[in-house]
């Protein structure tokens, strides 16, 4: 990567980033913003002088930024927080998440019971790449799913069972699958709270422990996925 993969014109301030945004920078990389409520509780004297969405948690190609960002003469300089100490690509435009799925040797498992599941499944998961928007809460989707570790320690999960029922493996996988964008350090917010495809809501806390490996799959249209212990 050179400096030009973190370098974007026109300049941009940290309150002109909104949710779904999709950035380039001036190598051409394309970069997608997300943007999460604050979910603690203020007092009034404090929410007086402190907008709320001056509050707004956001990301880069999910790597949080912080706050305030910096201005120079000619330039604002915007600070990321990071495991990676970069910020990553997204996903090539021409990987589905289908093939992404077929493409993960820790994935087998899953792709077998989707393989066997046949075209309801397929079409499950290939429509949330059509589906999803660049910006919009409930236009974008999350995706967990189950790495082989889980089938094979999971005394309660019947292989037979779902392989013979379709409708219950698709009601599964639909419990699985958040509306909007969740980046992984967003899930780990102790107040917010997330819904999932059959309409139940979860403590985002919650998932975040199932989450093996964060951010595998990001693409630009808002779709992530998370690799899970769980399923």
Do not use: W
Request: proline content about 3%; glycine content about 4%; some cysteine.
């Amino acid at each position: 990567m050179s400096i030009r993969d973190y370098l974007v014109r026109p300049r941009l301030t940290f309150y002109d980033l909104n949710h779904g945004d999709v950035i380039t920078s001036l190598s051409g990389r394309e970069m997608l913003i997300s943007v999460y409520p604050f979910e603690g509780q203020l007092s009034e004297t404090i929410m007086r002088f402190i907008p709320r969405r001056n509050l707004e948690i956001k990301a880069i190609n999910c790597q949080q930024l912080e706050v305030p960002d910096l201005s120079a003469c000619n330039a604002q300089l915007i600070v990321f927080r990071s495991e990676l100490n970069r910020i990553p690509n997204l996903t090539p435009k021409n990987t589905s998440l289908i093939d992404f799925i077929q493409s993960q040797a820790d994935l087998s498992i899953f792709n077998s019971l989707v393989q066997l599941c046949n075209i309801e499944c397929k079409s499950l998961l290939s429509n949330l790449s059509v589906n999803s928007r660049d910006r919009g809460e409930k236009e974008a989707y999350t995706v967990l799913l189950p790495i082989n570790d889980y089938f094979s320690k999971a005394s309660s999960f019947n292989f037979q069972k779902f392989s013979k029922n379709i409708s219950l493996f698709k009601d599964t996988i639909k419990a699985n699958i958040l509306h909007n964008t969740y980046c992984g350090f967003s899930l780990k917010r102790n107040d917010a709270v997330v819904e999932n495809m059959l309409g139940r809501k979860i403590k985002a806390k919650q998932i975040s422990t199932r989450i093996q490996t964060s951010d595998v799959y990001l693409s630009k249209s808002g779709l992530i996925a998370h690799k899970t212990i769980a399923f």
